[in-house]
């Protein structure tokens, strides 16, 4: 009987522990994701603005297969789970008619970790 009460006792003190590992991990995914994120916006806004979109419009990088800066893949096994992807839309921005030429982008990039959307980070860009 003290056995079982003992047991009992121990899972209750357990429990939040692995919880608490849990949601640690799920936020060094989210922070990883987020940096992900932010490299790849940072060198799709370096692109000249008439490039964007042939360069960047239809990107994506599958599991496994992200890449840094200088275009070599991360070697981390914790970037292994990782894919992203760019899309890139015209938009016109008030008080400029829907029927005109856009002078706008909006730039979104997503990143996934195994396949479930962790980070969007978009961002409007301008023609110079």
Do not use: K
């Amino acid at each position: 009987m003290a056995m079982v009460i003992l047991g009992m006792a121990a899972a209750g003190v357990v429990l939040p522990f692995s919880g608490g590992a849990r949601v640690q991990a799920e936020g060094i995914h989210r922070t990883l994701a987020a940096g992900l994120a932010n490299d790849l916006m940072e060198r799709i806004i370096a692109t000249p603005y008439d490039d964007i979109v042939a360069s960047w419009g239809t990107y994506a990088e599958l599991q496994g297969q992200v890449t840094d800066s200088a275009g070599d893949l991360y070697t981390s096994a914790i970037y292994a789970q990782f894919s992203r992807d760019v899309a890139c839309e015209p938009v016109c921005v008030w008080p400029q008619p829907a029927t005109a030429v856009s002078h706008f982008l909006r730039v979104s990039v997503r990143v996934y970790d195994q396949d479930r959307l962790v980070v969007t980070l978009s961002r409007l860009i301008s023609e110079p």
